[in-house]
């Protein structure tokens, strides 16, 4: 089944455009769970196990694993088998390479994890983009506008994140529906300038929660047609609602009310 | 040490500018090494030995690495090891996230791995950028003009890469001398541009060899005062200069070939 048809059926079946970010900082671990023989590994089983019902995919971030060594690296293959197959998972690697290596990014992405969806970083064009939309039960994240205060330094630049709208708006056509955007939720005007261009790619929007980002104008300005088209990332406000041993009791609240929260304003 | 000065001395030492690419594809290792214990390891130590008195740096591309699963992961763990403190190590990442999320991904490339310098993405602005030079011994290459076709997508929107190169001088005089910029060789006068506003940041020069970019051009614009202030990798070029029994001899001769071409053209 291609991506799109897995996004609509979960968003239907779980009533949820909500996404949880599993931006597992070791560091920031329950104690808990340490004594574990690989907690993030358990953290994950956990805080999955809470929340599957409520979500309408998962997006670990590479980093948070990156950092954590020889348990990052188990943590993160082990991933995708603890999730259910419903439910897309999305790698969020932000990678950007060309050709050959571009081809080994999408191979250790989508072949050796599995992993249902990447986020990808625009600036060197359509080469850093082609040899991932080879595969073609996948999807693309491209970077368009980002949360943080320094998106400023060049993705306005003449306007570039608007370029780059247009840009991924053509190759979706080319790709069939497999390339959407990441737009962050901080920026609501420019989520409007781009849910313009591109009408009916799937967004995902990062930034609420502990980014403070507007949850009414995001919706509202996001919205792309039937179910939305939109994927609301929520991280450390979910996972970390508690650092106790009520850890995955207090996410499966979290997430509860980022849901509701969210289908309210829809 | 500072990155510069230890760059510095390994070029007077070994009178070069070359970087060799440690793109240890595992799919294109030679035969004779396909019952090795870690194929990658033994490889890579072979063409270090190789070439460790040729060469002012290495650079491993982690996509070749991350497609290769644990075998890649322990290789890419063991890579600093195996390098001479005296020779630079350029993590080839192209990284680009914000905040924590960046903070982590240094961590994991100069705490865990205690590679010399990265590559990175400037797309989302200074955040990307600034968890790196918190670390003062290490330096940054920040993607500026790639030697692909399709830069042409974003790279040239409103001459971004100038702009690019400009935020970069500035962000490298903040810095005390920690951030350069990867420049492809297949475009020379892009290179002259940024010289003229990056006079003394350290090139990285990626697409000579393979990629087909004009040696006497990029050496001839890109000199950047004392040394030359470059980089020149050649990666496929040399590593796999063949696929026999005699890839680790026919290596030490392309290494050669090209310190010797650059030296010439200096």
Redesign the interface.
């Known amino acids: 089944m291609r991506f799109k048809g897995k996004y609509d059926n979960i968003v239907e079946k779980n009533n949820s455009i909500l996404c949880v970010g599993l931006?597992s900082?070791y560091e920031r671990l329950p104690e808990c769970l340490k004594n574990e023989k690989n907690p993030m590994i358990k953290f994950n089983e956990e805080i999955i196990n809470a929340t599957k019902d409520l979500v309408c995919s998962y997006k670990p971030?590479a980093?948070?694993y990156?950092?954590a060594?020889?348990i990052g690296?188990e943590a993160w293959?082990k991933l995708n088998d603890q999730i259910d197959e419903k439910i897309p998972v999305i790698a969020d690697v932000?990678?950007?390479?060309?050709?050959?290596?571009?081809r080994?990014?999408a191979?250790?992405i989508f072949e050796?994890n599995k992993f249902d969806a990447s986020t990808n970083?625009?600036?060197?064009?359509?080469?850093?983009i082609k040899p991932f939309v080879e595969y073609e039960s996948k999807y693309l994240f491209v970077?368009a506008i980002?949360?943080?205060?320094?998106?400023?330094?060049?993705?306005y630049?003449?306007n570039?994140y608007l370029?780059?709208a247009e840009?991924v708006h053509e190759w979706n056509k080319k790709s069939k529906n497999m390339i959407g955007l990441v737009t962050g939720a901080t920026k609501p005007e420019e989520l409007k300038d781009i849910r313009e261009i591109c009408s009916e790619e799937i967004l995902l929007i990062p930034g609420i929660g502990t980014q403070g980002g507007e949850v009414e104008k995001t919706l509202k300005y996001g919205f792309g047609g039937t179910n939305g088209n939109m994927i609301i990332n929520v991280a450390r406000s979910i996972i970390f609602a508690s650092s106790g041993k009520d850890f995955a009791k207090k996410a499966r609240e979290k997430a509860k009310f980022y849901k509701n929260l969210f289908n309210k304003n829809l």
């Open positions: 931006d900082d971030n980093a948070f990156e950092s060594g020889r690296f293959q932000k990678r950007g390479d060309i050709g050959n290596t571009a080994h990014y191979k250790a050796n970083n625009p600036y060197m064009g359509w080469d850093a970077l980002t949360s943080n205060n320094s998106a400023s330094d060049f993705e630049h003449d570039l370029k780059v840009k």
